[in-house]
């Protein structure tokens, strides 16, 4: 049994036949999914399908490249937005520096408060990083001086040193497709080590399709791939993985295992 802790099943690729690509990812053995908002006009339909599947969850955020979309958003507005049970994590958010799609202050700002409402009402905070590694970490570690929040660092690819402060910090790591890719040393190094009470596994679908599934749109069936390699990086069985990474999601996302 596994989970596909993080896709986009309202985007183009997945959405158009979403209800067969829910079918092929149960088939797959993915039992669980966590259906990702990345900007305020997708929550309605990302909390719809986690209403209308058992085995689909919600979580409501902005991503950083929709902040300067959204800097009227504000703290009343999201915490409603995490009322409804179907709604089990905030995000994804965070800072990306690669496309700066936002300007940086205005990710910042919508990151701090993202994090101050899962301060609140302790769901855990879906966190987008690139290339804003430091900036990442000083914020984290601002906040948390401020009270502790659950959270944890979505599609890992940053540095080694990078997984070391967040762990030590209290986050969780989830490793996506990128971990098969040939050129993905630095990743796999990485992936070899994270604990085990603090891995997830993803497909951040339908982007990042991991091999043998390149050049195709992902599914969350495919974290069954990913899965797998990732096991024998670490020496695991998959069933062994599986359990874990099922295990390690729902301690997390404490509200989908109530």
């Given at each position: 049994m596994l989970v596909d802790s993080h896709c986009h099943l309202e985007y183009k690729g997945l959405v158009?036949?979403?209800a067969a690509v829910l079918d092929r990812?149960?088939?797959?053995?993915?039992?669980?999914?966590?259906?990702?908002?990345?900007?305020?006009?997708?929550?309605?339909?990302?909390?719809?399908?986690?209403?209308?599947?058992?085995?689909?969850?919600?979580?409501?955020?902005?991503?950083?490249?929709?902040?300067?979309?959204?800097?009227?958003?504000?703290?009343?507005?999201?915490?409603?937005?995490?009322?409804?049970?179907?709604?089990?994590?905030?995000?994804?958010?965070?800072?990306?520096?690669?496309?700066?799609?936002?300007?940086?202050?205005?990710?910042?700002?919508l990151f701090r408060l993202h994090i101050a409402v899962a301060r609140e009402v302790q769901l855990p905070v879906i966190i987008h990083t690139r290339d804003a590694e430091d900036d990442t970490l000083a914020i984290l570690e601002d906040e948390l001086g401020k009270g502790g929040f659950p959270a944890l660092i979505h599609c890992f690819t940053a540095s080694a040193q990078f997984g070391e402060k967040v762990l030590a910090l209290g986050l969780s790591i989830s490793i996506s497709g990128i971990v098969t890719f040939k050129n993905a040393r630095d990743l796999q190094a990485v992936a070899k080590t994270v604990p085990g009470d603090r891995l997830l596994v993803e497909t951040d679908s339908p982007f990042?399709?991991?091999?043998?599934?390149?050049?195709?749109?992902?599914?969350?069936?495919?974290?069954?791939?990913?899965?797998?390699?990732?096991?024998?990086?670490?020496?695991?069985?998959?069933?062994?993985?599986?359990?874990?990474?099922?295990?390690?999601?729902?301690?997390?996302?404490?509200?989908?295992?109530?």
């Open positions: 158009e036949e979403q990812a149960r088939a797959a053995g993915v039992k669980t999914f966590l259906n990702i908002s990345t900007k305020r006009s997708e929550w309605g339909q990302v909390v719809g399908t986690a209403e209308r599947e058992p085995d689909v969850y919600a979580s409501v955020g902005i991503h950083p490249h929709h902040a300067d979309d959204h800097q009227d958003l504000t703290h009343a507005e999201l915490r409603e937005a995490t009322d409804n049970p179907r709604v089990i994590g905030i995000g994804e958010t965070g800072l990306d520096y690669y496309y700066e799609h936002s300007d940086r202050a205005a990710q910042q700002r990042l399709a991991p091999v043998p599934h390149r050049g195709k749109p992902c599914e969350p069936g495919f974290v069954r791939d990913t899965a797998a390699f990732l096991a024998e990086l670490r020496g695991e069985s998959l069933d062994h993985l599986a359990e874990t990474t099922t295990r390690n999601f729902h301690a997390l996302f404490a509200k989908a295992a109530a």
